[in-house]
């Protein structure tokens, strides 16, 4: 099994990011897939989910109308796209695949919001 981030880095305040996440090694269409973060000196935090077929999402107040979460099952990806990236968005980003009792994560990536 294997998540890979990819799509992260340093941007400037209002700018905008897309992360992908491909995943391997198991059925990606039969699992909701999340966004997570964490900031330095603080607990990791859902920041979007989407579920198995994209027909529920959810998202955290902190992001709500600035991200947006989808998929692709037949390229087995999920994306997040940041717009309006604010310097408290600068954590770690990591996605996540859950279909009970299992749960995945990926290694995460880096996003930065600094001027």
């Known amino acids: 099994v294997q998540l890979a981030e990819s799509g992260g880095g340093l941007v400037q305040p209002g700018g905008s990011l897309r992360l992908s996440c491909a995943a391997s090694?198991?059925?990606?269409?039969?699992?909701?897939m999340s966004w997570y973060r964490q900031a330095p000196g603080k607990e990791r935090e859902l920041v979007a989910y989407?579920?198995?077929?994209?027909?529920?999402?959810y998202y955290a107040d902190s992001v709500k109308g600035r991200f947006t979460i989808s998929r692709d099952n037949a390229k087995n990806t999920v994306y997040l796209q940041m717009n309006s990236l604010k310097p408290e968005d600068t954590a770690v980003y990591y996605c996540?695949?859950?279909?009970?009792?299992?749960?995945?994560w990926g290694q995460g990536t880096q996003i930065t919001v600094s001027s």
């Open positions: 996540r695949a859950d279909r009970r009792p299992l749960t995945y």
């Open positions: 989407i579920s198995s077929t994209a027909g529920n999402t």
């Open positions: 090694g198991f059925t990606f269409s039969s699992y909701g």
